[in-house]
């Protein structure tokens, strides 16, 4: 082997260590950031983590509230006339005339069994506001949710509403342990 040959070969085996270097340097500093990016998640996890244990207590006394006070389903036709005929009483208190009603089955989760009614109602907005307002109070476990106000075609003074209100009950067997399935509450 000459010397030219000899140096080439040298110069070859050096540009294949710096890539072969350049490779694992590369390599390296993905890993890197990929560990940087857990070690972020896990901390913002353990944020997390500690800011639901220090609210434990608050969610075991909002549980037992539940427990207590949620009403039981007897029936799913007498949850559902029991519902109507409330919104009915109140629509009708403050001055709104129910154009349509429907009834809705029933569905839930595992704690909570619901059901529900869409209304068609005609009125003044403040009458519907106040409504809403009397409506929807913690103890009677009703919500809305879907509600839609359009101006009256007829009388611009009036407002349209199409709204469907829920009412929410303790699942069969009265119990809701594990709401939302939250370990260790």
Request: hydrophobic share 45%; proline share 4%.
């Amino acid at each position: 082997m000459k010397a030219s040959e000899r140096r080439l070969i040298l110069i070859l085996g050096v540009l294949a260590l710096l890539c072969l270097t350049a490779l694992i340097v590369r390599s390296l500093l993905i890993l890197q950031r990929s560990t940087a990016r857990r070690v972020q998640s896990l901390e913002l996890r353990q944020i997390e983590s500690r800011a639901m244990l220090a609210e434990a207590g608050l969610w075991k006394a909002r549980l037992e509230w539940l427990k207590e006070h949620q009403p039981p389903m007897a029936s799913e036709n007498q949850a559902s006339e029991e519902l109507l005929e409330a919104v009915l009483s109140l629509a009708n208190k403050h001055h709104l005339t129910v154009q349509k009603k429907q009834l809705h089955e029933v569905s839930g989760l595992s704690f909570y069994r619901e059901v529900g009614v869409t209304l068609t109602m005609l009125g003044d907005l403040p009458d519907v506001f106040r409504w809403m307002h009397a409506l929807l109070t913690p103890e009677s476990f009703r919500l809305v949710s879907q509600l839609k106000i359009l101006p009256d075609a007829k009388d611009p003074s009036k407002v349209l509403v199409i709204v469907r209100i829920d009412r929410r009950h303790a699942p069969a067997g009265g119990t809701n342990d594990n709401p939302k399935g939250v370990a260790g509450l």
